[in-house]
């Protein structure tokens, strides 16, 4: 069965300090997608990342990085030296092959960065 | 290129009325995929179309259903209405295809209220 858990309901910040999200999927097939998206309060989903099931290369883009480990079947997100923009509702998600549209989301992590 | 846009963006109804709602995707975009966002059960997977046929459904009573058009545009209505339907209901495009994952484009979301 395929399924997304994001263990943190919410977390609190300081600006300027790192934090990282966590996610934990499962899933059968051996081909699939993970993404992050950021939801901020205007609802709309703001994609992040996309990373494939053969592609387990850590990537970095400006203060956000990505840490993908099939071993443990995580897929964590951390922004260093966070700031105010940053708070949002962040949702990892899971796509298996041919499923096509069909995005199973986490119950999300919402992140408060307070100046 | 213009994003998804979601019509209408807000909306009122009484218990046991219908509604539809309209997503136009992106220009080009032939697969359009209907989530329902709600506090209790977070984001989840109602149904995908692709070239006005319906190629992937979630666990939703028949209340449910949608259609797409030939200019990709989709619709979805929700028949007898009740209190647990109020939600934020999000459409994401993505050029479609079958074997491959194409990243999908959120739009802002209809939110729903059920009175």
């Known amino acids: 069965a395929q399924k997304v858990t994001q263990a943190q309901t919410e977390i609190s910040v300081v600006e300027k300090e790192d934090v990282t999200l966590d996610c934990v999927y499962e899933t059968r097939d051996t081909t699939y997608y993970l993404f992050w998206y950021k939801q901020p309060p205007s609802g709309e989903l703001v994609f992040l990342i996309r990373?494939?099931?053969?592609?387990?290369q850590n990537e970095i883009s400006g203060r956000y990085s990505w840490n993908f480990q099939k071993s443990t079947s995580s897929f964590n997100f951390t922004i260093t030296a966070s700031q105010v923009v940053d708070s949002a509702v962040y949702f990892c998600?899971?796509?298996?092959?041919?499923?096509?549209?069909?995005?199973?989301f986490g119950q999300g992590t919402e992140l408060s960065v307070k100046p | 290129k213009a994003g998804v846009t979601q019509t209408p963006r807000y909306l009122i109804k009484t218990r046991g009325q219908q509604v539809t709602l309209s997503c136009s995707p992106i220009?080009?975009?032939?697969?359009v995929s209907w989530y329902q966002q709600t506090p209790g059960q977070g984001l989840q997977f109602l149904f995908e179309?692709?070239?006005?046929?319906?190629?992937n459904k979630g666990n939703f009573p028949g209340r449910f259903s949608g259609r797409q058009f030939s200019n990709s545009r989709s619709e979805m209505n929700v028949s007898t209405l009740e209190l647990g339907d109020s939600a934020l209901y999000l459409c994401?495009?993505?050029?479609?295809?079958?074997?491959?994952?194409?990243?999908?484009?959120f739009g802002p979301g209809t939110r729903l209220t059920v009175l």
């Open positions: 994401a495009s993505s050029p479609g295809g079958t074997g491959l994952y194409n990243e999908q484009f």
């Open positions: 220009s080009g975009h032939r697969s």
């Open positions: 998600a899971l796509s298996e092959q041919n499923q096509g549209g069909k995005l199973i």
């Open positions: 990373r494939n099931s053969f592609d387990e």
């Open positions: 179309y692709f070239s006005e046929t319906q190629r």
